[in-house]
């Protein structure tokens, strides 16, 4: 069985929870991504994408020189261990909709990032099913 240790992308891109939407949006174009996990210290408090930026920060008026990650982000956030196998990782992308998990050691420090399509271009589980489930609109 294939461990996420084996395929998780280790060096992340954070951000913390006060820093403005520029920075993070800076950050995300420095690093061509579109997602970052936001950390108060060291400890994973959220998630925030582009468009997280943009639709709830930007569309909404939000200077972003001025309004915060935490103003915008996730704060729910699904993770993940190191040595969680690929199986149980796809199980948990389809179950919370979503596409990227943090990688979290025994302390919840991020010691990576998982993706979808990390899983499918580095080695060969079945992705179909989960993809399916985290297109499938929410009831």
Request: hydrophobic residues 45%; aromatic residues 0%.
């Amino acid at each position: 069985m294939t461990r996420i240790a084996d395929i998780m992308t280790r060096s992340v891109a954070v951000v913390q929870r006060d820093e403005t939407l520029q920075a993070a949006a800076l950050r995300m174009r420095e690093m061509d991504i579109g997602a970052m996990p936001v950390v108060d210290g060291k400890a994973l408090v959220g998630m925030v994408t582009d468009r997280d930026i943009a639709v709830r920060g930007v569309a909404d008026g939000m200077i972003p020189q001025e309004s915060l990650v935490s103003e915008v982000m996730t704060e729910e956030v699904r993770w993940c261990s190191a040595d969680d196998t690929v199986e149980q990782v796809l199980a948990e992308m389809g179950e919370a909709q979503v596409r990227r998990l943090a990688v979290l050691d025994a302390n919840r420090e991020i010691v990576g990032i998982v993706a979808l399509g990390d899983i499918a271009t580095r080695q060969s589980a079945h992705t179909d099913e989960a993809l399916r489930e985290i297109s499938a609109p929410e009831h």
